[in-house]
Nanobody, 118 residues
Framework: QLDVVESGGGSVQAGASLRLSCTAP????????MFWYRQAAGKKREWVAS???????DYVDSVKGRFAISKDKAKDTVYLQMNSLKPEETAIYFC????????????WGQGTQVTVSS
């Protein structure tokens, strides 16, 4: 059983938007920070965005101003709103929970594919 499940990926044209979701039951109560990564074919996994237990967001420079991370504590769900998508952002997007204790159990999801065509 996976504790982290991503959804919302798809195929879009350049300039379009997508919203990814990551559901991780218990991440709020266990005070986990949540991270989004992406991995393009043949490339290393890259950190994209994160949100702290206190709700402070952070982003890789390349997505600042276009992506927004948020969380719904009641649903134990984190979102990644992605606007003005670029073809080079085609990748599998993964969600990770971090922290201590249960935050470290099964802390990666299986990912969701995002394909951006030009």
């Amino acid at each position: 059983q996976l504790d982290v499940v991503e959804s919302g990926g798809g195929s879009v044209q350049a300039g379009a938007s997508l919203r990814l979701s990551c559901t991780a039951p218990g991440f709020t109560s266990n005070k986990c920070a949540m991270f989004w990564y992406r991995q393009a074919a043949g490339k290393k996994r890259e950190w994209v965005a994160s949100i702290s237990t206190g709700g402070l967001p952070d982003y890789v420079d390349s997505v600042k101003g276009r992506f927004a991370i948020s969380k719904d504590k009641a649903k134990d769900t984190v979102y990644l709103q992605m606007n003005s998508l670029k073809p080079e952002e085609t990748a599998i997007y993964f969600c990770q929970k971090r922290g201590i204790g249960l935050c470290l159990r099964n802390n990666w999801g299986q990912g969701t594919q995002v394909t951006v065509s030009s």
